[in-house]
């Protein structure tokens, strides 16, 4: 009678340490409490899923399409919106032959550019701007306001600023677009913008008003 009363106690035992081995090994109906929960290298999330997609970059069969490179795109459209205007009016208007040969250069080579900036935004579903914005206006009419040697100069001046301001951009996008209708884009525009400021300063009239602020470091 002893041996029967002792048997089942054994057993009970022996489920409560099943029960507590289960628990520690994770078997089906074993509870942990919450607080002694160590997360383990299946239960982490894969690295992929804690990387946040960038909404600002677009998906085209060419790569991506940051915002840096469409911003690229519209500012190359827009400086031949004025700059490829007022390079027209200076071949008649400047008063130095060396500025009337500048001009006529730098138009010609806004139109080229133009087309293949156009041609670029409509494969790629970028939207262009159809006039200058607010200050480019500005510097058109101070040009426009001038004669003689002050038209020339001031000429220069709002031009060369213009192509600094955008050289470097040109140079961000070049070292950072995965797109490849982007990349000889920025290639060709980056040429036509380097000769632009070459022919600029070629006239002799540049002073130090017309050069951009230097990068911050």
């Given at each position: 009678?002893?041996?029967?009363?002792?048997?089942?106690?054994?057993v009970?035992?022996?489920?409560?340490m099943?029960?507590?081995?289960?628990?520690?090994a994770?078997?089906?109906?074993?509870?942990?409490?919450s607080a002694?929960?160590?997360p383990?290298v299946?239960s982490?999330?894969?690295?992929?899923?804690?990387?946040?997609?960038?909404?600002?970059?677009?998906?085209?069969?060419?790569?991506?399409?940051?915002?840096?490179?469409?911003?690229?795109?519209?500012?190359?459209r827009?400086?031949t919106?004025?700059e490829?205007t007022?390079?027209?009016?200076a071949?008649?208007?400047?008063?130095?032959?060396r500025?009337?040969?500048?001009?006529?250069?730098?138009?010609?080579?806004?139109?080229?550019?133009?087309?293949?900036?156009?041609?670029?935004a409509?494969?790629?579903?970028?939207?262009?701007?159809?006039?200058?914005?607010?200050?480019?206006?500005?510097?058109?009419?101070?040009?426009?306001?001038?004669s003689?040697?002050?038209?020339?100069?001031?000429?220069v001046?709002w031009?060369?600023?213009?192509?600094?301001?955008?050289?470097?951009?040109?140079?961000?996008?070049?070292?950072?677009?995965?797109n490849?209708?982007?990349?000889?884009?920025?290639?060709?525009?980056?040429?036509?913008?380097?000769?632009?400021?070459?022919?600029?300063?070629s006239?002799?009239?540049?002073?130090?008003?017309?050069?951009?602020?230097?990068?911050?470091t």
């Amino acid at each position: 009678m002893r041996l029967r009363h002792r048997r089942p106690v054994l057993v009970i035992s022996g489920v409560a340490m099943l029960l507590a081995l289960g628990a520690c090994a994770g078997l089906p109906g074993a509870q942990i409490p919450s607080a002694t929960v160590v997360p383990t290298v299946e239960s982490a999330p894969p690295a992929a899923a804690a990387v946040v997609k960038d909404e600002s970059t677009w998906a085209t069969k060419w790569g991506p399409l940051s915002a840096a490179d469409r911003e690229l795109i519209t500012k190359v459209r827009l400086a031949t919106l004025w700059e490829m205007t007022m390079a027209q009016q200076a071949q008649t208007r400047a008063s130095s032959a060396r500025v009337r040969q500048v001009s006529k250069e730098i138009a010609a080579q806004h139109s080229v550019l133009d087309e293949q900036v156009l041609a670029l935004a409509a494969k790629l579903k970028v939207q262009l701007p159809i006039k200058p914005t607010d200050l480019q206006k500005e510097w058109m009419d101070d040009i426009s306001s001038r004669s003689g040697k002050e038209y020339d100069s001031t000429f220069v001046k709002w031009l060369r600023l213009a192509h600094g301001q955008i050289f470097a951009l040109i140079g961000a996008v070049r070292g950072s677009t995965q797109n490849t209708l982007v990349r000889p884009f920025s290639e060709k525009a980056n040429a036509a913008v380097l000769n632009h400021q070459r022919l600029l300063e070629s006239t002799g009239l540049v002073q130090p008003d017309a050069f951009p602020s230097p990068p911050a470091t």
